[in-house]
């Protein structure tokens, strides 16, 4: 979380500063800030709220200079309040911090450093310690003190900091929290991710793990744990800078959705070859390295987890491989079965979430093999794995996941054919009809999207429900619970998601003339069971709108409203049957008046644990 930009070079530091800071704002805005050093030492503006109320403070009370850095923060310790906004200073002022991530051990140092240093603190943030013990331990060396001031740190945190005494330099550390730099002319950046810098330089440092990198304006030096200096790849970025614009459209979720077509057809594109097979980008999983695991284990959070749902099912239908699914953050507190014969899979769009990248680490301790389905490219968790299997949605700004949730699922297809074609756990005549059926997804998606008005129509007569339940069997269960996700997170409507058969296991107990009830019914196969539902749930009262697939007249007929969907194999039907509830999600809203790019409380790339 918290995002981190900083600049160093002839130009004034605070436009391109608050420049980088906007286009991270998806990572937290609940405060920003800014410290650039000058001729008249280090020059501090803070704000609460947006970096919009931190560009009127600096038109009033402007920063001269151009070495600078700046923070937008998502709280973890303290408060969004002016005083835990960030940079952060020593106890002279003269040293200023910025920092994503958390201080594990920082009440420790906070001790320490009130009890045997008489230093007071003026935030109740982890990230002061940092400045404070980086005060402390100045002799003049920004470089050394930050050296000394990090082998006393314990956790996940990317700093950058910057000092009056030495106005030209940044010094930066990573551990665990996203860091990079940008190689410009006459200029150097520093930043928590590409976009920040994306408008000035295309080449970039992907700053490792207990790094520390010296930046002047004409020299980037990056040294390892012992202090030694590293040599480093640049890495050339192609990512196209206006996609990570709005193109015309009112919200980033929405652009997002509409580009979902175009992003399953770049994911598929480069897997199919013209002669009905699946290439795996290099990934070696054959038959022998697939004989030789005897369980898939997936792991993500989030909208990520509810793509690893659907993965199980294609994996285990298509593939006949047992799969165990888990959530990234309980993973590493059990003890998983997870060795040398199982093949991890990890799900993430940022590659930068904490949670998974533990449970990385801790399946690689076990000796698994790790293949990760990420969408950003390079990033922590694609580094870390031995295999990457890119979804190709582009870059995701909307806090909400969209895209790359039904990229994600056509990866985990693809995945589960190809391991089916190789295992011969299918006859050629399904696996042929699998196939054709995942490349008309791009066509019927269209088809959904062209349908939004009717769920415009829908969003406009139950936008002020405050409770609204999801119910689906089998696939539909997974859709459900994405689909109450993104209502929740977007709308604050409390959305509850259940598989359809446990609603008579006690929930049921909630339904009532008050109730809505979405049924999400794309499965042929079990349609009489969630019939069997619908009738449960209306015969207690509650309104019925179901989710089925064009001509599912029976189950229309059972309901009081109907999203329909394109016929399609049930299989697949759950990368369809999402569109429109993203939709859905998206109208209600944007009528109730949210701040659908950056709901409360959120923050695109999970960084803490
Ligand atoms: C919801 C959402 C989150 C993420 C989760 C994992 O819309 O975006 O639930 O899916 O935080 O993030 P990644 O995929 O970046 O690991």
């Known amino acids: 979380m918290c995002g981190i930009a900083g600049y160093v070079g002839d130009e004034q530091a605070r436009g391109i500063i608050i420049d980088g800071l906007k286009r991270l704002e998806y990572r937290g805005y609940d405060s920003a800030g800014i410290a650039v050093a000058g001729g008249g030492g280090l020059q501090i503006r803070k704000a609460v709220g947006r970096i919009d109320n931190l560009e009127k403070l600096i038109a009033e009370e402007p920063v001269k200079g151009s070495t600078g850095i700046g923070h937008t923060r998502w709280a973890t310790h303290g408060e969004p309040t002016w005083a835990n906004a960030h940079p952060h200073t020593d106890q002279e002022g003269g040293i200023a911090v910025v920092h994503n991530g958390i201080i594990e051990n920082y009440a420790e140092i906070r001790a320490w450093l009130k009890e045997e240093h008489g230093v007071e603190f003026r935030s109740e943030t982890d990230t002061e310690v ?25 956790g996940a945190y ?28 006459n200029c150097n950046f520093l930043a928590s991710d590409i976009p920040a810098m994306l408008k000035y330089c295309r080449s970039i440092y992907f700053i490792e793990n207990s790094e520390t990198v010296l930046i002047t304006k004409d020299d980037v030096t990056i040294f390892n744990a ?30 997002e959705i509409y580009e979902q077509p175009q992003g399953i057809m770049k994911t598929i594109e480069r897997r199919m070859d013209g002669g009905g097979r699946i290439k795996l980008d290099g990934i070696k999983l054959g038959k022998g390295e697939l004989g030789a695991i005897d369980r898939v284990y997936i792991v993500a959070c989030g909208t990520a987890y509810h793509a690893g749902l659907v993965g199980k099912y294609a994996i285990e239908r298509f593939a006949g491989i047992p799969v165990e699914v888990d959530i990234a953050s309980e993973f590493r507190y059990r003890s998983p079965f997870v060795n040398k014969k199982t093949l991890f899979i990890c799900i993430s769009q940022s590659g930068e979430t904490l949670d998974t990248l533990m449970a990385l680490r801790e399946a690689k301790k076990r000796g698994a093999r790790v293949l990760s389905i990420v969408n950003v490219v390079g990033s922590s968790v694609a580094r870390e794995s031995d295999d990457v299997f890119y979804t190709w949605a582009g870059p995701e700004i909307a806090v909400a996941s969209t895209k790359a949730f039904t990229t994600q699922m056509m990866c985990l297809y693809l995945l589960a054919l190809y391991m089916a074609g190789e295992t011969g756990a299918l006859d050629s005549g399904r696996f042929q009809s ?22 415009e129509k829908i969003a406009k007569r139950i936008y002020k429900k405050e409770n609204i339940f999801f119910i689906g069997r089998g696939l539909d269960a997974s859709v459900a619970f994405e689909g109450a996700l993104k209502l929740k997170e977007i709308s604050y409507i409390h959305a509850f998601a259940i598989a359809a058969g446990e609603l008579k296991h006690g929930t049921i107990a909630l339904i009532d003339m008050d109730t809505l009830v979405i049924a999400l019914a794309s499965q042929d196969a079990l349609n009489e069971k969630i019939i069997s539902n619908i009738k449960e749930v209306k015969a207690r009262g ?6 089925v697939k064009d001509g599912n007249a029976k189950i229309a007929g059972e309901s009081d409203d109907t999203i329909y969907i394109p016929a399609c194999m049930d299989e697949v039907a759950p990368i369809m049957a999402i569109v429109p509830l993203q939709l859905l999600a998206y ?10 790019d950056k709901p409360k409380n959120l923050a695109k790339s999970v960084t803490v644990e």
Do not use: W
Not at 134 to 151: N, P, Q, R, T, W
Not at 163 to 185: F, H, K, M, Q, T
Not at 434 to 455: G, N
Not at 542 to 547: H, K, Q
């Open 158 to 185: 990317a700093i950058g900091a910057v000092c009056a005494g030495e106005p030209d330099r940044i010094v930066a550390v990573r551990n665990d929290a996203p860091l990079i730099v940008g190689l410009g002319e």
């Open 587 to 596: 109208h209600i809203a944007k009528l109730r008046g949210c701040d659908i």
């Open 226 to 255: 012992k202090r030694e200096e590293v040599k480093r790849d640049i890495y050339h970025v192609t990512m196209d800078a206006d996609a990570a614009e709005k193109g015309g459209h009112d919200h980033f979720m929405i652009k």
């Open 542 to 547: 509650a309104e019925v709108i179901s989710l």
């Open 130 to 154: 940092i400045a404070q013990l980086i005060g402390l331990m100045y002799k003049g060396d920004l470089l050394e003190a930050v050296f000394e001031a990090v082998s006393k740190l314990r």
């Open 434 to 455: 699998l196939m054709d059926e995942l490349k008309q997804v791009p066509e019927k998606i269209s088809e959904i999207l062209a349908r939004e008005d009717e769920i």
